[in-house]
């Protein structure tokens, strides 16, 4: 409460609620988390951080000034009967005035109000642009033009159907979700969606037509096996599945009903025999699986195939495991009577690498969760990428070649955590022992290394610390008992040796002196370790997040790229070695990556995609998504990107180009035929109850009795609850993420009750800081157009940490737009003009968004953010951004109000009138002369001079000053009548902006796709009649006119364009163009050990060839005249006799290959693999032959050639047996053969980095 005898009282409760705040910790900065960690669990407690929007500092392609990207990012929607009949009366809008920004109202010189001279914050400079109307368009001018395949679905529609991950096959895209798989084929990209009464659930009515899988565990990861037409994915249970690519398809079903025919449904793989049903249903039926098995404990993070066909998987606690495609083959040939069998047989097959380069329960590679995967294929490697370490593999004989740090140093890891998922057994089994709960998700615990250890007290006080910040004294205390459960079996002890002949006694005491010592010490290291492992878990504080890697690919030189959370990316060569490093998004997060002929595309968590050379160079950049990027793939000339809401784009691989500057002159031409205009009515209302709780009547008389008509009711309160006690608990919650009160809880209910919750409205969102609370309610009829509210909280108060003063604000997306609703209360007494400017600009420029409190909970409850200033978040932004100490600078973030497009201010601001006495107040508020009253308003004299509010409006006042009044006193002769007698004032306004530039009004704007929201004042007024507290409540009721876009509609324009376009297609034919290149043989004999050369030339003078080589099949020979029957391995793997160095690379302009083929004397000699015999996979002694295939294109096109050359093995007279000389034949031979695959790739890299 600003006024009465308590006014002062309110204004010095800043000290006293610093002082109730001795024993919590000051707002701190929110670690910087991996997103992809994100997506797999939400943490019970944490800050959520907000995407960063630094458009601005973005440079466009083609000279443009990029826009946002929330300008096309929204799905489109319709109006539907029961809206249609919504009552949109003809209206006269009130008279707005524009608020300063002007040059001339910017320019004046004059003091501000009974505030002082000087300007106030924002004013001039180059904080002016903030304050601009974002820029919008048809299409977007600063990046190429996309295929919408899914637009951006709103987030309520995607609960247990988010995607997660995508890959592409020849003639599909491939998509994973929390409830399985989907896929789209590429024959249909440009269809149409089905439309809100689609057969489709929410989210997907504008998405080109897929096909969804039956549910299952959510889909971690995907790999397609080319070779035999599957797409495997992983799975949170555990589980590894296999999907044929040739899944029924709906056209087909569509037209065999048609002409009532039974078509054939394939269960997905595995051998399942085909079903008999009925073409119409199987339509619309999900498809199931093939063969899956029981890979993992945890969630499988991440799969790829080798080399060789083998697949490799990992999981969380750093656990690797191969399966064999030969196990894996026999397993998909068995049928579906025998699928339990089929997944017995993989099962058993599994090769555990952890196991194997774990001795005494030291383990050589890291405990952290495997983060990706990668098969070098030129080297017959593979690649494994933890969070800080990497560890590459021998993909032939399974040997660990190097683990090395993210610096490139090698480590030589003694990691106690155990070897494989045994080890991790025991420490679930002890963590939930010790804590009462199971571990869904838990892996192996890293380990830290015993020179990196602090002491006990040390690591407890620290954790503590920190735990303090995060969890409560009962958190804590659980925590502690795991401490205490982990501490001696966390660190392993050293094996007792045999005490000597005739010293048996002696040694046998010292040694168990030493033992004794040695235990003490490992206690003491290993409490240490377990109470910095759990403090952790809770904060990360111990984990330098900044430089955890997120993505790694490999380029078409054969170089290894990979990507951090604090935007560095790394060139590795093939042997582990750090060639250079790039920033060229100081602090914003990598968030994945893929590659395409001789470029790399690089997708970041604010958005953003990079197309850079193979030297690193930035050819292209622009804004993809307004969320973070997740997935990158290429599939049949477009670049894929998935972004964190959902939403599919396709860039043309030929980007940049002459056609993306045909297809944007194209879609705008034909904008009208894809933008759609809705309307709808929002009413805010804004009090300051001054801690009252008014009666029902009060309440109906604010907001019930004018509701009837408007489709969105926006709520904000101030004063709800104040006090030091309560601001100082509301302070201490808020660091933990938690917000709300019973009394807030209070007032949603009664809002509701007025409303007609539940019957009318639905309550949407709300956010609660300290005495600020703001709710947002939407009408039934219109809930499906109205999604992704999310919420934000900024406080003013003593030091900026205090809710008190402040602002609480929601950010909605409804009918394709942004709209952004801000509750405030500024900074109190008349002179304090200053103070509420500066309040303002540090609100406008702090709000940072997340996801609010949850509708349905019992209290106010827990909210998913809390508020976190702009000025302390990471120039990455949201979900996973960097950290901008790598260089000490920090990027100047742009606000994310400034990219809403209508944003609307609406509390008690207290600005006061100046230059006037109480009873001249009274006396022309007793004649209503408000046209002079407003001449001495402080508000609308600071936004004439352009110092707050800049570029927002406000409808013309026409009601009393609604401060200070008596309570329960009704009429004008309520105003203070007291000691103090405050002067009348307007505290309680509403201010806002659309997207119309400058000072046009709604009818010198006209609503359309460069000017998509166009709003206007049809209710202002203050309810005189309401007595319950010295603020009257306020309300204001706009009409609201949208424009957006039928994505579906501008999809089929899009391909109409492509495919009849003459321009477009001459410039493809053109793209189609390989270079010539020659191979010196198609057929090739090897006996053992012999070594035959493929020369590969590029007869080409300008372009360059990138060329890589597959195993199209392997055939047996018993006799001569045998029919050859050739049968592929996984993903086109060579045969474990075969090498073929190097199997991809770059040949520059009139230069040649040369391509090792060699025949290398294989043999498994274990008896045994994890206990099971494995003698019936070993290579036979037949002839063999396989067919390479040479697959050539050039640097950027379309199309690609291939040469198919036959390589026979013949067995010689004196064939060597698989003894310990041909074992050891074979360790001698790696060598040498990874010295080859290194020296190519390092003649490769050293070419592709000359100018």
Same mark, same amino acid.
């Given at each position: 409460m600003d006024g009465g005898g308590n006014e002062n009282k309110v204004e010095d409760e800043d000290k006293q609620a610093l002082a109730g705040l001795s024993s919590v910790p000051n707002p701190h900065r929110a670690k910087v988390q991996s997103y992809s960690q994100q997506l797999r669990g939400e943490r019970k407690l944490h800050h959520r951080q907000g995407r960063k929007h630094s458009l601005d500092d973005i440079p466009a392609s083609g000279g443009s000034r990029p826009l946002s990207s929330s300008d096309d990012d929204f799905s489109n929607y319709s109006l539907d009967e029961e809206e249609a009949t919504l009552d949109l009366k003809p209206f006269t809008p009130l008279s707005e005035f524009v608020a300063a920004g002007s040059p001339a109202a910017a320019g004046s010189s004059s003091p501000g109000p009974g505030g002082g001279g000087g300007s106030g914050p924002g004013a001039g400079g180059k904080g002016e642009a903030i304050f601009k109307v974002p820029m919008r368009a048809a299409v977007h001018p600063g990046r190429p033009p996309c295929l919408e395949l899914r637009p951006h679905p709103l987030r309520e529609t995607q609960v247990g159907k988010f995607l997660r991950n995508i890959a592409c096959t020849e003639t599909q895209l491939w998509a994973g979700q929390e409830s399985g798989v989907r896929f789209w084929r590429f024959d249909r990209i440009y269809d149409p969606g089905c439309g809100l009464g689609?057969? !489709?659930?929410? &989210?997907?009515? *504008?998405? /080109?037509? %897929?096909? $969804?899988? /039956?549910?299952? @565990?959510? =889909? %971690?990861c995907l790999m397609v096996d080319a070779a035999n037409g599957l797409v495997w994915s992983g799975h949170k249970d555990g589980k590894i599945r296999s999907w044929k690519t040739d899944q029924y398809s709906a056209p087909a079903a569509a037209a065999a009903a048609a002409a009532g025919e039974q078509e054939v449904v394939d269960g997905g793989g595995g051998g399942q025999p085909p079903q008999q049903v009925d073409a119409a249903a199987a339509a619309n039926a999900p498809f199931k699986e093939g063969l899956s098995w029981q890979a993992h404990k945890g969630p499988v993070l991440s799969m790829v195939m080798s080399s060789y066909g083998d697949l490799w998987s990992g999981s969380e606690g750093g656990v690797i495991k191969i399966w064999p495609w030969e196990s894996i083959e026999k397993s998909l040939s068995l049928k579906s009577e025998e699928k339990r069998m089929a997944a017995l047989l993989v099962e058993r097959s599994a090769i555990d690498l952890r196991s194997q380069v774990t001795v005494n329960g030291n383990c050589s590679i890291s405990s952290s969760d495997v983060k990706c995967l990668l098969s070098d294929n030129i080297r017959a490697k593979l690649w494994c990428a933890q969070s800080l370490t990497f560890s590459i593999w021998d993909a032939r004989t399974k040997e660990l070649l190097r683990v090395f740090n993210i610096d490139g140093q090698t480590e030589n890891r003694v990691d106690g955590s155990g070897g494989g998922e045994k080890g991790q057994q025991q420490q679930q089994q002890q963590q939930q022992e010790s804590s009462g709960h199971g571990g869904e998700e838990g892996g192996a615990t890293p380990q830290i290394p015993p020179d990196t250890f602090l002491s006990a007290e040390e690591a407890t006080s620290q954790a503590r610390d920190s735990l303090t910040i995060e969890i409560d004294h009962n958190i804590w205390a659980r925590h502690m008992q795991i401490v205490a459960k982990e501490a001696l079996p966390a660190v392993p002890e050293k094996p007792e040796k045999p005490a000597k002949e005739g010293k048996g006694k002696s040694g046998n005491k010292k040694e168990k002196g030493q033992g004794f010592l040695q235990r003490s010490r490992n206690a003491i290291m290993g409490a240490a370790d377990a109470v910095r492992r759990v403090a952790t878990r809770g904060t990360n504080v111990f984990v330098d997040d900044s430089k955890k890697t997120e993505a790694i690919v490999m380029t078409a030189d054969g170089m290894v790229w990979s990507g951090c959370t604090n935007g560095l990316i790394i060139q590795w060569d093939g042997n582990g070695n750090r060639v250079q490093d790039f920033n060229l998004l100081n602090g914003t997060a990598v968030q994945c990556f893929c590659t395409y002929g001789t470029r790399i595309y690089v997708g970041y968590v604010s958005g953003i995609i990079q197309m850079l050379d193979l030297e690193g160079h930035l050819l292209q950049m622009w804004v993809a998504h307004s969320n973070p990027v997740l997935k990158l793939a290429v599939g049949k000339g477009y670049v894929y990107s998935l972004a #964190?809401?959902?939403?599919?784009?396709?860039?043309? =691989?030929? #980007?940049? @180009?002459?056609?993306?500057q045909i297809l944007r002159s194209e879609l705008a031409g034909k904008e009208l035929t894809y933008t759609r205009k809705d309307q709808f009515r929002v009413l805010i209302g804004t009090w300051n109850v001054g801690q009252g709780r008014p009666s029902q009547e009060a309440m109906m008389a604010w907001l019930g009795s004018t509701a009837s008509d408007v489709g969105i009711v926006v709520v904000g309160l101030q004063e709800v609850d104040m006090g030091a006690g309560f601001l100082a608990m509301s302070a201490a919650k808020e660091t933990v993420g938690l917000e709300g009160s019973a009394i807030g809880q209070w007032w949603l209910d009664n809002i509701g009750k007025a409303l007609g919750e539940g019957s009318v409205f639905e309550r949407m969102g709300s956010r609660q800081l300290a005495g600020l609370l703001v709710s947002l309610w939407v009408r039934k009829n219109m809930r499906q157009h109205v999604g992704d509210v999310d919420a934000g909280a900024v406080p003013c108060g003593f030091g900026r940490a205090i809710g008190n003063k402040g602002g !609480?604000?929601?950010?909605?997306? !409804?009918?394709d737009r942004i709209m952004c609703f801000v509750n405030c209360h500024l900074a109190a007494h008349l002179e304090a003009v200053n103070r509420r400017n500066a309040d303002f600009d540090h609100i406008y420029r702090n709000m940072v968004f997340g996801k609010p409190t949850i509708p349905n909970a019992a209290a106010a409850g827990v909210s998913s953010s809390s508020h976190t200033l702009k000025s302390d978040k990471n120039s990455g932004g949201g979900g996973g951004g960097g950290n901008n100490?790598?260089? &000490? @600078? @920090?990027?100047?973030t742009k606000p994310e109000l400034s990219d809403a497009d209508m944003v609307v201010f609406f509390g008690d601001f207290n600005y006061r009138l100046f230059g006037i006495s109480y009873d001249e /107040?009274? *006396?022309?508020v007793s004649q209503r002369c408000f046209d002079w009253l407003r001449e001495r308003d402080q508000l609308r004299a600071e936004m004439k001079a352009g110092r707050v509010f800049q570029g927002m409006h406000e409808a013309n006042i026409t009601f009393p000053p609604t401060y200070k009044f008596e309570r329960n006193v009704p009429g004008l002769g309520g105003y203070d009548s007291g000691e103090k007698k405050r002067i009348p004032a307007w505290c309680d306004r509403v201010i806002f902006r659309d997207t119309r530039p400058g000072s046009a009004t709604p009818s010198q704007c006209e609503c359309s796709l460069e000017c998509p929201v166009v709003s206007a004042v049809i209710q202002y007024e203050a309810v005189m009649e309401v007595t319950e507290s010295d603020h009257k409540p306020v309300r204001c009721k706009f009409h609201i006119q949208v424009a957006h876009t039928d994505r579906s509609v501008r999809r089929q324009e899009f391909g109409e364009i492509l495919k009849t376009n003459e321009k477009i297609q001459s410039l493809l034919e053109e793209s189609r163009v390989v270079p010539e290149t020659a191979i010196s043989t198609n057929s090739i004999a090897l006996q053992n050990q012999d070594t035959a050369i493929l020369r590969i030339a590029n007869k080409s003078a300008a372009d360059k060839v990138v060329f890589r080589i597959y195993c199209e099949g392997q055939a047996n020979f018993k006799d001569e005249g045998d029919e050859a029957e050739y049968h592929a391995r996984g993903n086109h793997g060579f045969p474990r006799w075969l090498e073929v160095t190097p199997a991809a690379g770059i040949i520059k302009p009139d230069n040649s290959m040369e391509v090792?083929?060699?025949?290398? $004397? %294989?043999?498994?000699? $274990?008896?045994? !693999?994890?206990?099971?015999?494995?003698?019936w996979w070993c290579e036979d002694t037949r002839d063999k032959e396989v067919i390479l295939v040479v697959v050539v294109q050039g640097s950027s096109s379309t199309e690609v050639t291939t040469h198919r050359v036959h390589v026979r093995h013949c067995l010689s007279a004196n064939t060597l047996r698989a003894d310990s000389k041909s074992g050891s034949r074979r360790g001698q031979k790696s060598d040498p053969r990874q010295q080859s695959g290194a020296s190519a790739a390092t003649n490769d890299s050293r070419s592709s980095q000359k100018p």
């Open positions: 689609g057969k !489709v659930r929410r &989210g997907d009515e *504008d998405a /080109a037509p %897929f096909d $969804e899988s /039956a549910s299952t @565990s959510p =889909t %971690f #964190s809401h959902g939403g599919i784009r396709g860039w043309n =691989t030929l #980007s940049p @180009s002459p056609i993306d !609480v604000g929601l950010r909605i997306r !409804v009918r100490n790598n260089n &000490g @600078s @920090s990027e100047d /107040a009274r *006396d022309f090792s083929v060699h025949h290398e $004397e %294989f043999h498994t000699l $274990e008896d045994l !693999v994890d206990g099971i015999p494995q003698n």
